[in-house]
């Protein structure tokens, strides 16, 4: 006769330390190549993003501010956050003004206690006609064209911009002249 085989099942050994089975190497290249394929996506993602350029909405260059009469004399700030122009009457006529500092262009807040503009940013001061007085900013505000439109509006055109050191305030469309 033959002896029973033992019934007890036999152990598996684990693996000792520093070995690897088969099935966890597959795993961890399985996890490697699963994590190349989604960095290599989201590369091949921000090149294709990279060929569509943002659109910019920006509000439109032309515009009517309204009619000379509806303008009291002094700096009229209503035009400022929508499209970053002052609108100044004096006696004679209009000017519009950009609200952007030459220095470093931050945008100056009009203080009219003392009829002035005051750079927040580093301290630079221009009079209401737009010249420089203090702080570092190396030239006066820049003046956009305006004139008036067919229906008698004041039209302000922000694509023709006129600058004070090269002589442009003294030509046409820097300054509406208005006596009404």
């Not at 330390?17 to 996890?31: I, N, P, W």
């Not at 004139?147 to 055109?157: F, W």
């Amino acid at each position: 006769m033959t002896e029973p085989k033992n019934s007890e099942p036999e152990l598996v050994s684990a693996p000792l330390r520093g070995e690897v089975s088969r099935r966890g190497f597959m795993s961890a290249l399985a996890l490697a190549w699963t994590a190349f394929g989604l960095a290599s996506a989201g590369m091949l993602g921000a090149c294709v993003r990279f060929l569509f350029p943002n659109v910019l909405y920006e509000p439109p260059q032309e515009f009517k501010a309204g009619f000379p009469a509806d303008f009291a004399i002094g700096v009229d700030e209503r035009f400022k956050a929508a499209y970053g122009v002052w609108i100044v009457r004096e006696a004679g006529g209009f000017f519009v003004l950009s609200t952007v500092c030459t220095h470093l262009g931050c945008t100056p807040n009009y203080l009219p206690a003392d009829d002035k503009f005051k750079c927040p940013c580093h301290g630079s001061g221009f009079i209401r006609s737009g010249i420089n007085i203090e702080g570092p900013a190396p030239r006066p505000l820049e003046r956009y064209k305006v004139t008036l439109a067919e229906d008698g509006q004041i039209l302000v055109d922000k694509n023709t911009k006129y600058q004070e050191e090269k002589g442009q305030w003294g030509q046409d469309g820097s300054y509406l002249q208005y006596d009404a």
